[in-house]
C-alpha cells in the first residue's frame, strides 16, 4: 500500500460500489455554544470535521488527525457522544464512490493551533447556531450535536 490512503488501495480493488467504513467525526462548540462546521471544496454538503480511520492508527489518532487536517485546530477529546450508521448513513460522491458509515462522534474541544486547515477538503469552517445550521452531508440529530453543550 506505500503511501496510499487504505480508502484509496480499497477503492482500487472495488471500484465506486457501496463499501461499509469506520469513520469520526468532532463535535466542537465555541464558548456561545455554536457547532464547529466544515464547508468541502467539492460542493459537497457540510460536514462535521470528520474522517475514516488508515491501518496501524487509533480511533483517537484519526480523529486528530482529521480536524488538524480539515481545520487546523489541536484538539483534547472528551469522549464519545454516539455512534451512528446503518442504511441512513449511506454517501455518494460526486465521482461516484458509495459508502454507508458507521460514525462515531467524539465530543473535542480546540487546545492550540492556527484554524488554518492544511488540506484541499476544506473551503471554510464556521461555527452554527442550532437553528441556523446548514443541511449536513449525514443525518446527525441535531439534539446529540447540542447535548454536551
Known sequence: ???ESYIGWLRKKVGNGLILSSSFGAVIHDHQGRLLLQEK???????????GIELGESPQEA???EVMEETGYAIHIHG???????RAFRYTYP??????????LFQCRIIDGSGIPSDTETKSTRYFGRHEMPELALPYP???????F
Open 142 to 148: 441535531k439534539g446529540e450535536l447540542f447535548r454536551a
Open 1 to 3: 500500500m506505500s503511501n
Open 63 to 65: 480523529i486528530a488527525r
Open 80 to 86: 464519545i457522544l454516539g455512534v451512528f450508521g446503518g
Open 41 to 51: 471544496s467539492s460542493g459537497e454538503a457540510w460536514s462535521l470535521p470528520a474522517g
Open 95 to 104: 465521482n461516484g464512490d458509495q459508502v454507508e458509515y458507521v460514525v462515531t
